[in-house]
């Protein structure tokens, strides 16, 4: 049983969204190698790859009011004080914003930072410029919904990046959810953007590893609260 349950502990669970991209990658690997057999030993590593790139392991997320959590994983590489894309309706004032990049070899399902209720989701085409640049916030592909919180509107941007082609957003406008549940991921490569109000004092710094549910990037210091943790 010991044994069992450590093989159990060993597997990250895989989001059902790669099973189409798997099954393709093997599939495509077993015709490869019909024509030369080398061919579906690298297309084998390809699908490892995959199911690696569309894990969703389980976090354990601190759970309060004045806590804003990573909504991905990846490394921070811009926090500072901008105005928000107007889809987001949270006026023309600059506002704290902290920006995550995802490579190709981080986890891409992504977390919602706050607990609350999404007021509103906004999808806007655009380029796919390389997702570290500052101006991939105005001019690239990107999905945003703004998070009614206790603390106010906090908007959440996942943007497309270079290789990154398809968003996809599983909450709707209306649901309530808690700081670090599931609400999307980005395939292959890409970033994602919080707009926190004011009070919201950064907890990282430009370089930093996140790890999306768990790492704190925020918080609001007026009045803080007790903390409690929620594996999921």
Known sequence: MDMIASIRNA???IHRAGYPFIAGFFVASILLGL???PLFWAGLVLTLWCAYFFRDPERVTPVADHLVVSPADGRVSLVGHVVPPAELGLGDEPLLRVSIFMNVFNCHVNRVPVRG???RIAYKEGKFANAELDKASEVNERSSLVIESPRGEVGVVQIAGAIARRIVVFSRTGDHLEAGERFGLIRFGSRLDVYLP?????????????????TVIAEFTDAPAHVSWRKD
């Open 11 to 13: 597997l990250v669970p």
């Open 35 to 37: 024509l030369w057999e």
């Open 117 to 119: 209720r999404i007021a």
């Open 198 to 214: 004011d009070g919201a004092v950064p907890r990282v710094a430009e370089g930093q590893t996140a790890i999306a549910g768990e």
